[in-house]
């Protein structure tokens, strides 16, 4: 919660409060034909769908996409979209080379999962001089190709190398890494009995928790707050309402407790009615979610220690960034 909007949001918002179309300068403003941009265009589908999808009755799409950034938080946001749409089930994904590395291989008759992977090239000198002979040349993107990927219920063969052990229910160390990572940016945090009946308010700069509250939901409300003092201290708090804000905050805390295994429940379709289908919004928005996300999800991963890096190639290859 916002210092600003002393009580939660949890009723569906009016109409006064969608968000304004009023900045001019968002990258999924107007129509972009595929042509100009092809990652703009996968995203703009994919939201396209998700509001379709509401406007049925069907809101658990947009579970399904939260869910996938807390699962590919390694892959870039138009991707994340992509394998949500064509395959909302998917938990790990890679190439067909990849899984072959690892000894598993593709099922036969498998349809793949469509994404862009980056190309890179090397342009020559605008002065047309030659390099100097320990000159490198600096790759620089070129644009994007279609790709696919399968997930792991896709292929069989040898058992993966296990991951994190799984979280249900418990937070474990993530707490005390999260109240780090807020103390490495300056961000204070105290225990305060006058916010009740809220659980957490953030007041930029600092942040207060109500006492009383189990591990995995005080954990759960830290999150919420932090997103508030990453996204909302700045430039995005003048074109947001307060609607916007505190559900923004919350679906990067459904994000970040799923990710760690946490019983986060379903979202409301109330999100996407905030933006009266307007799918430049709502795609903005959601990306803010994402990289916010990956920001905190990263803070909370254990130091990496020489045994695990031994072991990251395989980790690696399961999670491709495209």
Do not use: C
Not at 178 to 191: D, G, M
């Amino acid at each position: 919660m916002s210092i600003t909007n002393s009580a939660a949001t949890h009723h569906a918002p009016h109409r006064k409060n969608a968000a304004q179309p009023i900045r001019s300068d968002s990258p999924y403003q107007g129509r972009t034909a595929q042509k100009d941009n092809p990652t703009q265009a996968i995203i703009r589908q994919a939201v396209d769908f998700l509001i379709q999808q509401v406007q049925e009755g069907k809101s658990e799409t947009l579970t399904v996409y939260l869910a996938a950034m807390s699962r590919f938080r390694n892959y870039s946001f138009g991707n994340i979209l992509a394998i949500a749409r064509q395959r909302p089930t998917a938990t790990r994904v890679a190439g067909y080379g990849a899984w072959k590395e690892l000894g598993r291989f593709v099922k036969r008759g498998e349809k793949g999962i469509q994404i862009l992977a980056p190309m890179t090239g090397y342009r020559r000198r605008k002065d047309g001089a030659e390099r100097e002979n320990d000159e490198k040349p600096h790759p620089v993107l070129i644009g994007f190709r279609a790709v696919h990927v399968f997930d792991v219920s896709q292929t069989e063969g040898a058992d993966l190398p296990e991951f994190e052990i799984a979280v249900t229910g418990e937070v474990g160390d993530y707490r005390d890494r999260l109240r780090n990572f807020l103390a490495e940016r300056a961000i204070e945090l105290v225990y305060s009995e006058n916010i009740a009946p809220a659980f957490g308010v953030s007041y930029g700069g600092k942040i207060a928790l109500l006492h009383g509250q189990s591990q995995a939901q005080e954990f759960v409300t830290l999150v919420h707050e932090a997103a508030h003092e990453l996204l909302h201290r700045a430039e995005r708090r003048t074109f947001t309402t307060p609607t916007v804000r505190e559900t923004e905050a919350e679906a990067v805390a459904f994000v970040v407790g799923q990710a760690i295994g946490l019983e986060m429940g379903t979202t409301s379709s109330d999100y996407i009615q905030m933006y009266s289908g307007n799918a430049a919004l709502l795609a903005e928005s959601l990306e803010v979610i994402q990289r916010t996300s990956a920001v905190i999800l990263s803070a909370l991963q254990p130091p990496v220690s020489n045994e695990t890096q031994s072991t990251a190639p395989a980790t690696d290859a399961l999670e491709e960034v495209a």
